[in-house]
């Protein structure tokens, strides 16, 4: 019910206390949400213990309606909400209330000479921005409302004003401070009002960040002369990369889907740091494909991928490729799992096995090592597309993200000899694996399997040299009429004749080398027919 001035022992009593810094007792909160989950039963907490409610709009309605005493906004501002409630809490009145330092003799002296009114609690969350753009059918108008001015004020006013303002945005602190005021009288301590601070400042951060992207997306073609970004904390993690680091996992706030969304961990270890960028790598890899693929990725590297008939034999044959390394990886698949196809991953050590289900024999088979960690996702979402940032020092590097687009069609033969339809399908394979092998990138397939591939090279045919190598101590019957991608151009012929003197019959490269000319008379004098993109696709 709303109550008329006078009705409440704290109602209008003009001035502020003075006290010292946590000391401050909670007498009056200000409360403004638009989120009104668990609302009611904070503001009747407040309440029983003697603070007196002061709200706004729609939240006093709720309270009020809840048979919660409550003082209205104009009431303590003595200023009406007008403009559709575009202006109701924007007044010095409470923004003094809110702002005074209760332990400066000055701020106590002004506000008594304005009759200010303290304002000790401040619980507000903000109007729904991210979630009226999420829904992808908002006009500007509707966006623009959404924008909301005074929430974001006032929790910035009480979060600085930290030591004698509290400020709670979160409804998951509702209980935790109802139960500190309980137990001490009424206050706050200074670790709890810091705490909720940092919470606040995040908030309306994030709040900001979010319709900064809003309005750069809308009016910048290209990359917009500031970034701003929010993310929100997933996970703690053990450690980092290595034992003496902390880590966490963040996701990118407003992102349709992230790594971790929509995953089911059914078994093992918590994941770690290197477990997550391991996975990444290997969910990208697959979701290249629409067939039924298996990526297994090692030190953020694929050292296996197979496209085929079935998830087992796609599994069976990125083994293959390079089963040492393999050992102890990171395995993503597109179909779901049985007992035949666990039986045989059951036969070497996993890290991590995401798949989109699991037969409940199968998941009884991979249980039995407690420490693979098994993950499903059911519903697996489009790739993203966003844009992608690297860390630097004191800074970050952004692009767009890479996307093999290029077609068969789009693609020129630069050999005398004409691939056959079986070596576009390989070359083709290999192009689309090798955009996910750090550069300088070499991938040998066959029957779109990897056979070879050499990673992370400071010079080409050294790749080239590590991919055979690969190639011949796993599967050398292979290597006779295999194909070999290059993520970028070969500089000098010594590369291909490499790969051609071990039998390599088609080579896919971007082209564009000054020696171009070289490369292509050493593929002739073979008989191998090269292919170029022109394009290149590094990955640093």
């Given at each position: 019910?709303?109550?008329?001035?006078?009705?409440?022992?704290?109602?209008?009593?003009?001035?502020?206390?003075?006290?010292?810094?946590?000391?401050?007792?909670?007498?009056?909160?200000?409360?403004?949400?638009?989120?009104?989950?668990?609302?009611?039963?904070?503001?009747?907490?407040?309440?029983?213990?003697?603070?007196?409610?002061?709200?706004?709009?729609?939240?006093?309605?709720?309270?009020?309606?809840?048979?919660?005493?409550?003082?209205?906004?104009?009431?303590?501002?003595?200023?009406?909400?007008?403009?559709?409630?575009?202006?109701?809490?924007?007044?010095?009145?409470?923004?003094?209330?809110?702002?005074?330092r209760r332990d400066e003799e000055g701020h106590l002296r002004a506000a008594a000479e304005q009759e200010v009114e303290a304002v000790d609690l401040v619980c507000v969350n903000l109007y729904p921005f991210e979630q009226t753009v999420?829904?992808?059918?908002?006009?500007?108008?509707?966006?623009?409302?959404?924008?909301?001015?005074?929430?974001?004020?006032?929790?910035?006013?009480?979060?600085?004003?930290?030591?004698?303002?509290?400020?709670?945005?979160?409804?998951?602190?509702?209980?935790?401070?109802?139960?500190?005021?309980?137990?001490?009288?009424?206050?706050?301590?200074?670790?709890?009002?810091?705490?909720?601070?940092?919470?606040?400042?995040?908030?309306?951060?994030?709040?900001?960040?979010?319709?900064?992207?809003?309005?750069?997306?809308?009016?910048?073609?290209?990359?917009?002369?500031?970034?701003?970004?929010a993310y929100e904390k997933v996970m703690d993690l053990r450690y980092g990369e290595n034992p003496h680091q902390r880590a966490a996992y963040y996701a990118r706030v407003g992102s349709r889907t992230h790594l971790l969304d929509g995953?089911?961990?059914?078994?093992?270890?918590?994941?770690?740091?290197?477990?997550?960028?391991?996975?990444?790598?290997?969910?990208?890899?697959?979701?290249?494909?629409?067939?039924?693929?298996?990526?297994?990725?090692?030190?953020?590297?694929?050292?296996?991928?197979?496209?085929?008939?079935?998830?087992?034999?796609?599994?069976?044959?990125?083994?293959?490729?390079?089963?040492?390394?393999?050992?102890?990886?990171?395995?993503?698949?597109?179909?779901?799992?049985?007992?035949?196809?666990?039986?045989?991953?059951?036969?070497?050590?996993?890290?991590?096995?995401?798949?989109?289900?699991?037969?409940?024999?199968?998941?009884?088979?991979?249980?039995?090592?407690?420490?693979?960690?098994?993950?499903?996702?059911?519903?697996?979402?489009?790739?993203?597309?966003?844009?992608?940032?690297?860390?630097?020092?004191?800074?970050?590097?952004?692009?767009?993200?890479?996307?093999?687009?290029?077609?068969?069609?789009?693609?020129?033969?630069?050999?005398?000899?004409?691939?056959?339809?079986?070596?576009?399908?390989?070359?083709?394979?290999?192009?689309?694996?090798?955009?996910?092998?750090?550069?300088?990138?070499?991938?040998?397939?066959?029957?779109?399997?990897?056979?070879?591939?050499?990673?992370?090279?400071?010079?080409?045919?050294?790749?080239?040299?590590?991919?055979?190598?690969?190639?011949?101590?796993?599967?050398?019957?292979?290597?006779?009429?295999?194909?070999?991608?290059?993520?970028?151009?070969?500089?000098?012929?010594?590369?291909?004749?490499?790969?051609?003197?071990?039998?390599?019959?088609?080579?896919?490269?971007?082209?564009?080398?000054?020696?171009?000319?070289?490369?292509?008379?050493?593929?002739?004098?073979?008989?191998?027919?090269?292919?170029?993109?022109?394009?290149?696709?590094?990955?640093?």
């Amino acid at each position: 019910m709303m109550v008329p001035e006078g009705d409440l022992a704290t109602s209008n009593s003009a001035g502020v206390e003075r006290a010292a810094p946590g000391e401050v007792r909670i007498r009056r909160a200000l409360i403004s949400v638009s989120d009104k989950a668990g609302i009611v039963a904070f503001a009747r907490g407040l309440e029983e213990l003697g603070v007196e409610i002061v709200s706004t709009g729609g939240t006093a309605r709720e309270l009020a309606g809840a048979g919660i005493p409550v003082r209205s906004i104009e009431d303590f501002t003595g200023f009406p909400e007008i403009m559709d409630g575009r202006v109701k809490t924007l007044h010095p009145r409470l923004y003094a209330g809110l702002l005074a330092r209760r332990d400066e003799e000055g701020h106590l002296r002004a506000a008594a000479e304005q009759e200010v009114e303290a304002v000790d609690l401040v619980c507000v969350n903000l109007y729904p921005f991210e979630q009226t753009v999420a829904r992808g059918d908002a006009d500007d108008d509707d966006v623009i409302e959404n924008i909301d001015i005074g929430g974001p004020t006032m929790i910035r006013a009480a979060a600085k004003n930290h030591l004698f303002a509290a400020v709670v945005v979160d409804p998951s602190d509702y209980d935790a401070v109802l139960g500190e005021l309980r137990e001490s009288g009424g206050r706050l301590s200074i670790a709890t009002r810091r705490r909720l601070a940092t919470t606040a400042f995040a908030c309306t951060a994030r709040y900001d960040a979010a319709i900064a992207t809003w309005f750069a997306t809308g009016t910048h073609e290209g990359f917009p002369p500031s970034s701003v970004d929010a993310y929100e904390k997933v996970m703690d993690l053990r450690y980092g990369e290595n034992p003496h680091q902390r880590a966490a996992y963040y996701a990118r706030v407003g992102s349709r889907t992230h790594l971790l969304d929509g995953v089911e961990q059914l078994h093992g270890k918590e994941l770690s740091f290197n477990n997550l960028l391991d996975l990444s790598a290997a969910r990208e890899l697959v979701e290249e494909f629409d067939a039924p693929a298996c990526a297994i990725v090692k030190h953020n590297n694929p050292c296996g991928c197979a496209v085929a008939a079935t998830g087992q034999v796609a599994y069976e044959r990125a083994f293959a490729c390079d089963p040492l390394s393999a050992y102890g990886g990171v395995i993503a698949v597109n179909r779901r799992v049985d007992r035949a196809w666990a039986q045989r991953l059951g036969e070497q050590f996993v890290e991590v096995l995401l798949a989109p289900g699991y037969d409940a024999d199968a998941l009884q088979l991979l249980q039995v090592k407690k420490n693979v960690r098994l993950l499903a996702l059911p519903d697996w979402p489009e790739p993203l597309r966003e844009v992608e940032g690297k860390a630097v020092v004191g800074g970050e590097l952004v692009q767009t993200h890479d996307v093999v687009t290029e077609t068969r069609e789009q693609m020129r033969v630069m050999s005398e000899s004409q691939p056959s339809d079986e070596e576009w399908e390989d070359m083709l394979f290999a192009w689309r694996v090798c955009r996910h092998v750090r550069s300088n990138a070499i991938v040998i397939a066959a029957d779109r399997a990897t056979i070879g591939i050499g990673a992370g090279q400071m010079s080409r045919v050294d790749a080239v040299r590590i991919a055979i190598e690969k190639a011949r101590a796993a599967q050398p019957e292979l290597l006779a009429g295999a194909a070999l991608a290059s993520d970028a151009f070969f500089p000098f012929a010594d590369g291909p004749q490499l790969a051609i003197d071990a039998g390599v019959a088609a080579i896919i490269q971007p082209g564009g080398s000054v020696r171009d000319d070289d490369v292509v008379a050493a593929v002739d004098a073979a008989g191998v027919a090269m292919v170029a993109t022109d394009r290149r696709h590094f990955r640093h």
